[in-house]
C-alpha cells in the first residue's frame, strides 16, 4: 500500500534552516506529483509547496518563496523541503501528500504520511 514516512522536522531558532524528507513506496513514484502542506495549531491545513512528476515544475505559497525549496529524487523515491530563514509562524506539523493531480488544494490529495513538527522558536 501506499506509504509516506516524513522525517527531518525539530526545533530550530529564527533565521535558522531545517531540511524535511518524505520517503514513498507502494506506487510508481515518478508518475506522482508530491508536495508539502501544514498545520498550525488551532488553525486550517495551508499548501505550502508542490513539484511535478519530473520535477521540473514546483509551486509555492506566497508566505514561503524565496525562504522554501521543493526538490524530488525519482531513483531514491524521496522528495524534500529544504527551509531557510525559519519564522516562528512556519511552525506547524508538515505533512507530505502524494497523487496523480497538480493542484494546490489538499482535497485533492489521496495520499498523506503522519506529519512531522517543526517549531521555529528562539
Known amino acids: 500500500q501506499v506509504q509516506l514516512v516524513e522525517s527531518g522536522g525539530g526545533l530550530v531558532q529564527p533565521g535558522g534552516s531545517l531540511r524535511l524528507f518524505c520517503a514513498a513506496s507502494?506506487?510508481?513514484?515518478?508518475?506522482?506529483?508530491m508536495g508539502w502542506f501544514r498545520q498550525a495549531p488551532g488553525q486550517e491545513r495551508e499548501f505550502v509547496a508542490i513539484?511535478?512528476?519530473?520535477?521540473?515544475?514546483?509551486y509555492y505559497a506566497d508566505s514561503v518563496k524565496g525562504r522554501l525549496t521543493i526538490s524530488r529524487a525519482n531513483a531514491e523515491n524521496t522528495v524534500s523541503l529544504q527551509m531557510n530563514s525559519l519564522k516562528p509562524e512556519d511552525t506547524a506539523v508538515y505533512y507530505c501528500?502524494?497523487?496523480?493531480?497538480?493542484?494546490?488544494?489538499?482535497?485533492?490529495?489521496?495520499?498523506w504520511g503522519q506529519g512531522t513538527q517543526v517549531i521555529v522558536s528562539s
Open positions: 507502494g506506487f510508481t513514484f515518478s508518475n506522482y506529483a
Open positions: 501528500v502524494a497523487d496523480q493531480v497538480f493542484t494546490m488544494r489538499s482535497d485533492d490529495y489521496r495520499y
Open positions: 513539484i511535478n512528476w519530473s520535477g521540473t515544475i514546483a
